[in-house]
């Protein structure tokens, strides 16, 4: 009876999970304390258990290797899905807090390995608060792309300090980011946008990119595409918001 069940998750034509049985609140609270393991420092992630076509075990696989694409709350992971076959040689992971959210990439990522044999091999989730331990997960310079799209407006003023872009948070980006790495961001609330591009311009170690430089990232054109919530924006005639930032040096 639980195989049934089980069973009945996924779309008999795709054999993908269906999302209707993996749906949850739109956000969650990031200051609020959740119960997940979370590793001690960078060297502790088990590379095995994301990826065990290229990591058959915990002390086993390339160890300069190293996840280098971050989708900060990637929700049902349209963006990471898309990201993984363009970028087939690089390391990403997706960090999300709702835990069905997590489960449903879990199960698609799984799906997509079995019906297509080599591929989506690179890509995985994890449920974390991504606000409090970016630390636990990456190096220093680790990191060569972040991604926060459509993130939790938080409207209220006396919750800005929860929102994923922030002049603090930006610091904990930077350390993770390698000189040159790139951070996207996306969304279609205007007062919002104006805030990230805002913080992201005051930063002393982030630059915008030009316009010929977003014109020539095949990345930049995932943005509003690839992700459930940029696919709802564009059936309902939205706009979007977009800020492209490069990590510099920092200049003394």
């Not at 040159?180 to 279609?188: L, M, Q, S």
Request: proline fraction near 6%; aromatic fraction near 10%; charged fraction near 25%.
């Amino acid at each position: 009876m639980l195989e049934n069940q089980a069973n009945s998750n996924f779309s008999k034509s795709t054999g993908l999970p269906r999302k209707r049985f993996y749906r949850a609140r739109a956000h969650s609270n990031p200051l609020s304390d959740s119960h997940f393991p979370v590793p001690l420092s960078p060297s502790h992630v088990d590379y095995s258990l994301h990826y065990p076509q290229l990591f058959p075990s915990s002390d086993q696989g390339d160890d300069s290797k190293k996840i280098q694409f971050a989708d900060i709350g990637c929700g049902f992971g349209g963006l990471l899905i898309s990201l993984s076959t363009l970028f087939p040689e690089t390391l990403m992971i997706g960090m999300e807090l709702r835990d069905k959210v997590t489960e449903y990439v879990k199960e698609r990522i799984l799906a997509l390995r079995v019906a297509n044999p080599g591929q989506y091999q690179n890509v995985s989730v994890v449920r974390t608060n991504s606000m409090k331990y970016i630390p636990n997960y990456f190096e220093k310079g680790q990191l060569s792309k972040m991604f926060f799209l459509f993130p939790d407006p938080h409207f209220k003023e006396k919750n800005h300090r929860r929102r994923v872009i922030g002049p603090h948070l930006l610091d904990e980006y930077a350390y993770a980011l390698q000189v040159g790495g790139i951070i996207y961001t996306i969304t279609d609330v205007e007062e919002l946008g104006e805030w990230m591009k805002a913080c992201l311009e005051g930063h002393p170690m982030f630059e915008a990119l030009a316009d010929e430089e977003l014109e020539a990232d095949p990345v930049v054109k995932l943005l509003s595409s690839a992700t459930e919530e940029g696919q709802k924006v564009a059936r309902n005639g939205g706009q979007t918001f977009q800020a492209v930032y490069r990590r510099t040096m920092l200049s003394l």
